[in-house]
């Protein structure tokens, strides 16, 4: 009686021996099993590695955008100040090609007026051949040119003879001066050796024409 109490108490503490341990593994088996997704890492290095080349690309696409847009915009202003600046140049009296005919002109009446007059002109226009031209521009007014040595000789005579007149320069051949009629002044220089005369009318009232000869450098 005693030998089986003894025995079925010993099965009985194996029996709750084994519950027990399954009860722990299983424990184990549940502990192990939920913390591993708290303890898995969770892998940002991947997704911040991914996301921060594209930042760093779009700075440089926009830094490399910005710098093209002041690069070309700083041509431009570039070309614009130096195409200014030809211009510039190119328009001051005596630096620039004269107009065809207006070259044509100069030609033949050059021992009368320098080239820096001739530069302000746009345009002359022949009014008889090659002997007489009409040469005109909007800073200078309008000028007479005469190939004629009988035309020479009458208008040196009025310039030196008449009260009217005043002469300025006088080398013999060459003479310089305006004669006057009213309000109106008429600036003429004749050459007589080559039989030349050109003339201006203008306003003695708005222009001195003593003033108006040396300004057009017609005579010091």
């Known amino acids: 009686m005693q030998r089986f109490t003894l025995t079925r108490l010993t099965a009985t503490r194996a029996t709750a021996a084994a519950l027990l341990l399954g009860v722990g593994v299983s424990t184990a088996g549940c502990s192990s099993d939920d913390a591993a997704p708290a303890d898995a890492p969770v892998d940002t290095t991947t997704a911040s590695a991914e ?15 910005s710098s093209s847009k002041s690069a070309a915009e700083s041509s431009v202003e570039s070309s614009a100040a130096a195409s200014s ?25 050059a021992p009368v ?17 090659d002997d007489s031209y009409n040469c005109s521009g909007p800073k200078v007014g309008q000028f007479q040119f005469f190939r004629s040595h009988s035309k020479a000789k009458q208008t040196t005579q009025v ?24 309000t109106t ?3 003429t220089v004749v050459d007589n050796k080559e039989g030349m005369v050109m003339q201006q009318m203008i306003s003695s009232d708005q222009e001195d024409p003593e003033e108006k000869i040396k300004e057009l450098g017609l005579a010091k």
């Open 51 to 65: 996301s921060a080349p594209t930042a760093a690309d779009a700075t440089e696409e926009t830094s490399t955008a």
């Open 159 to 182: 310039l030196t003879e008449l009260r009217s007149s005043q002469v300025i320069e006088d080398s013999g051949d060459r003479v310089v001066g305006w004669s006057t009629l009213g």
């Open 185 to 187: 002044a008429v600036i």
């Open 85 to 109: 600046e030809a211009a510039s140049e190119s328009t001051e009296p005596g630096s620039e090609k004269l107009e065809k005919s207006v070259s044509k002109a100069y030609d033949i009446f």
């Open 113 to 129: 007026a320098p080239q820096e007059l001739f530069a302000h002109f746009d345009r002359c226009d022949s009014t008889g051949g």
